[in-house]
């Protein structure tokens, strides 16, 4: 690309943009709202912050249907692409935003009486899924970088919302100080890719590692700097050991679209990055060589062992249910990294539809958690005992929501897996998939002991045993996640097609 | 002497190596700070100089959006660290173990 000629993006393709556009413009609207008018509850930023995610997910779902979606819709020339990937990604950070925004509303840890600046969090949550969207869009390393930048300076700052609590103001302090390491870790990667390709776009990068002579431990290098920065990102071992303390420390709200969101992004993000430069495409012969040169493979393979098994062997022995949530979803991790194994699109369509099924579970299980901290005010598994009988419904919904996560046949989490299994046996990764399915049968455990206390264990004599009544908007979120992580279970096809259908719309470049 | 495309890449290791062994080595965390700055800035080396190598401006428009990301960060990382030592009157991190197993 020369000075002179490069490509001057212009607005007719912003029309492609219109959900990121519309988050952008709620997130300033809300905060000028929440400035003009300082009432004892936020509901300017409120309202305007839902109306905004209605209005970028109705534009999402209908962009579905877009026919150049195959081809993909480039925006601001090579830069950013909204292709099959991209809508798949858009409409599950919106329900998530979603669920989260209403969700914090009836959380007295957001909502708290003594909170002043309550208003904020709402427009926080706007920008963050407009980054996070962004994220699953960029196909250039400038826009890469500063869309993960993005998700990270807005989480940075919603870790440390609650500004009076040491717990949650060193939880952002890690945070920060983590997250700009990894990224500098990352960006020096990054920064080495550019000098031995001499291109920013990945299909630039690609077309010079296929053509030319590739140094093999410079490439590999260069990746382990890359997946560095990214499963920092994701927290993945062994750049997970910021998530527990910054779950536990974060308001719970906040947790639950952590563990959620930018995890998301970052498998969108590696996907599309990962391969688009590395796999084999249809010029087999040339590029077929990539991922040997490096050992991709069992690269992945050992960082997904270690992770699954390091989640939850750790998980065993946490008394705090928000502590053993955040070790679960480093496990997760370790279970979608399985579909990465050989970069197929088979075991990408795994990791798509796992995200779709752990989207819904995980929100379910940390909003559960967030709905019992506004009464009991903790989140020990101890003050857990007797709650099956004391909010029979919101209980039964989290033993869906923790058999999913489990794995258990009826439940969708068990169809997520079976499909990540899938992809590793047909590749013949024994030993990875019996260590897998070890790692679960671990998780039954856990999981099952937050269901013992709730449901089997008798509490102490004296104990509280008064029926808790939750808000009528946390039973409805709570529903809308637990009837679709039951009903998924049962008839995913048509889900599972979205997925085939996101990667197989991903325009790479080959 | 001349000064290569090596010489470049060794000043932005070395900068790079020593922003990454502070960040290790020290416990206030205004220096920790600091030291990914100097990461940060070493990675602008990098790009300035490949950028010249291969003839192409990208390089160097990722050292131009590189400065803004590396000072709002830097905001972000400060404005916390005020409230810690509102709170705390200490900056170390090995005395924020509110958060530790």
């Known amino acids: 690309m020369e000075l002179l000629n490069v490509n001057i993006p212009n607005w007719s393709d912003m029309g492609n943009w219109i959900p990121e556009a519309v988050l952008c413009v709620g997130f300033l609207v809300a905060l000028i709202g929440d400035m003009v008018t300082r009432g004892k509850k936020p509901v300017v930023p409120f309202v305007i912050s839902v109306f905004a995610l209605v209005t970028a997910g109705s534009y999402a779902v209908a962009g579905l249907n877009n026919p150049g979606l195959a081809a993909g819709l480039p925006i601001m020339g090579d830069l950013v692409v909204v292709d099959g990937l991209a809508a798949f990604f858009r409409i599950l950070f919106i329900f998530a935003g979603l669920a989260t925004v209403l969700f914090a509303w009836t959380s007295e840890e957001i909502m708290g009486r003594k909170r002043e600046n309550k208003g904020e969090f709402y427009a926080l949550i706007l920008m963050m899924t407009a980054a996070m969207m962004v994220m699953a869009e960029a196909r250039d390393i400038l826009m890469l970088f500063l869309s993960m930048e993005a998700v990270g300076l807005v989480s940075y700052v919603m870790a440390g919302y609650m500004r009076t609590s040491l717990r949650s103001t060193e939880a952002s302090l890690k945070y920060v100080l983590f997250g700009a390491v990894s990224s500098a870790i990352m960006l020096y990667g990054l920064s080495l890719l550019y000098g031995m390709t001499g291109a920013m776009d990945f299909a630039g990068i690609r077309a010079a590692l296929v053509s030319g002579p590739v140094n093999g431990f410079a490439l590999l290098v260069v990746v382990v700097m890359i997946i560095a920065g990214m499963s920092y990102k994701i927290a993945a071992v062994p750049f997970h050991y910021w998530c527990p303390d910054i779950y536990e420390g974060a308001p719970t709200p906040v947790s639950a679209i952590f563990s959620v969101g930018p995890k998301a992004a970052g498998f969108a993000l590696m996907i599309r990055f990962f391969y688009t430069t590395l796999a084999a495409g249809p010029d087999a012969a040339a590029s077929v060589g990539i991922i040997h040169i490096i050992n991709w493979p069992l690269l992945i393979a050992v960082i997904s062992a270690v992770t699954m098994t390091y989640g939850n062997l750790v998980a065993l022995r946490q008394s705090n249910v928000k502590r053993m949530l955040a070790y679960s979803s480093i496990a997760h991790v370790g279970y979608l990294l399985m579909g990465f194994l050989l970069l197929t699109p088979a075991g990408l369509q795994a990791i798509l539809f796992y995200l779709l099924v752990y989207t819904l579970m995980n929100l379910g299980a940390f909003f559960f958690v967030v709905a019992i901290n506004n009464h009991l005010k903790s989140e020990e598994l101890d003050d857990y005992v007797g709650l099956g009988f004391r909010t029979p419904w919101a209980a039964s919904m989290m033993v869906v929501f923790l058999a999913s996560l489990t794995g258990i046949p009826p439940f969708a989490g068990f169809i997520g897996k079976f499909y990540l299994f899938t992809a590793v046996l047909d590749k013949e990764w024994f030993w990875l998939a019996i260590l897998a399915a070890l790692n679960s049968v671990v998780g039954l455990y856990y999981y099952f002991k937050v269901v013992k206390a709730m449901f089997f264990t008798t509490p102490l004599e004296g104990a509280d045993t008064s029926p808790l009544k939750l808000h009528w908007l946390q039973y409805t979120v709570l529903a809308v996640l637990a009837i679709p992580t039951l009903v998924l279970g049962l008839y995913w096809g048509q889900f599972k097609d979205l997925a085939d259908q996101a990667i197989a719309a991903m325009t790479v470049g080959f | ?101």
């Open chain 2, 1 to 101: 002497m001349e000064i290569t495309l090596t010489h470049y890449l060794l000043l932005a290791m070395v900068v790079f190596l020593t922003g990454m062994v502070g960040f290790v080595v020290r416990r206030n965390a205004i220096v920790m700070l600091m030291c990914v700055e100097l990461m940060l800035s070493s990675v602008n080396i990098v790009f300035a100089a490949y950028s010249r190598f291969h003839g192409n401006a990208d390089g160097h428009v990722f050292v131009l959006m590189n400065f803004a990301v590396a000072a709002a960060e830097a905001a972000i990382g400060l404005a916390i660290l005020v409230e810690i030592y509102r709170r705390r009157r200490t900056v170390n991190v090995d005395d924020l173990k509110a958060l530790m197993e």
